[in-house]
């Protein structure tokens, strides 16, 4: 029932897009600048359907840090769909570490969560610093627990790759 209720929020990214482009218009200009540097030939209405598909991929990422704490076995049993996974099995098995990597074809974070929600210590290589998100449980945002983070300036190359070859030595699950 209660996914019943949420199926009207996945209209939040649309909505979210809507009035980005239309209230933060200095951030609007800024995006539509970029834009016409790439490629000056590009008309008004291509560049008005990139930058509101830009807002757009925002409120999608603001909906799915509400989303992902509401993983639970139920939600993975109706709504999740998995192939292949016999083959991290057995991977996991042998004590070898996996390096999985994700052409972004869907939602990576969804599919990360997933992984965890079914039991599997899924950490994640991610190229920017740690969030200041409040710790919440209706907002999912990465820790240092779960996630290698490359561009972080407060820990030497050396930890970061010690870090890598720890979970992958320990027959671990890399997120790439």
């Known amino acids: ?9 996945f209209l939040y990214p649309r909505i979210y897009a809507f009035f980005c482009y239309y209230r933060k218009k200095e951030r609007r200009r800024e995006i539509e600048e970029r834009l016409l ?4 030939k590009w ?14 991929r925002r409120g999608l990422k603001k909906l799915n840090r509400r989303l992902i704490p509401l993983f639970d076995a139920n ?10 996974l016999h083959h991290l ?22 599919s990360i969560n997933a992984l ?36 972080d300036r407060s820990r030497s190359d050396a930890d970061k790759k010690g870090r890598i070859l720890d979970i992958l030595q320990s027959g671990g699950i890399l997120y790439q």
């Open 1 to 9: 029932m209660k996914w019943l209720l949420l199926s009207p929020v």
């Open 116 to 151: 965890r929600t079914m039991g599997y210590p899924v950490k994640v290589l991610k190229g920017g610093e740690l969030r200041k998100g409040k710790p919440s449980r209706f907002e999912y945002y990465e820790s240092w627990d779960n996630t290698v983070f490359l561009h």
């Open 89 to 110: 099995n057995q991977a996991l098995e042998e004590g070898k570490g996996v390096v999985l990597m994700s052409g972004h074809f869907g939602n990576p974070h969804l």
């Open 43 to 56: 008309d008004r209405e291509r560049i008005k359907a990139i930058t509101r598909g830009i807002f757009e």
């Open 75 to 84: 939600f993975i049993e109706r709504f999740v769909e998995t192939e292949g």
């Open 37 to 40: 540097f790439c490629n000056g």
